[in-house]
């Protein structure tokens, strides 16, 4: 079967005092399109983020092909990235990361 199965569990991201969200849990079946929805500022963009590795949630797990993206080596985090495509909303600079290493 084409694509790849991301299970998410017990995922939680804070941006100091802020949290953005938390618990949460799902699972993106392989072949199939899923679509995340919410109002602006609801955190999907983190969510997204998250999800390949560019930020780091305090809690739960990101797992793709039996590796835990939220703990796993640098190395492996690169050679899972390139399971992924991102495609930009506006521009294609990445918020985590400062002017030089963009
Ligand atoms: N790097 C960051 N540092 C601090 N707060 C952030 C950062 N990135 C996003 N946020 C905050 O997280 C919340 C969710 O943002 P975001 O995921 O961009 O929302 P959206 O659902 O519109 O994509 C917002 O309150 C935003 O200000
Ligand atoms: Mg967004």
Known sequence: MPGVEVRVEGLTKSFGRANIWSDVTLTLPPGEVSVLLGPSGTGKSV????????????KGSIVIHDTDLVRCSENRLYEIRKLFGVLFQDGALFGSMNLYDN
């Not at 969510?47 to 305090?58: A, D, Q, Y």
């Open 47 to 58: 969510f997204l983020k998250s999800l390949i590795g560019l930020l780091k949630p305090e």
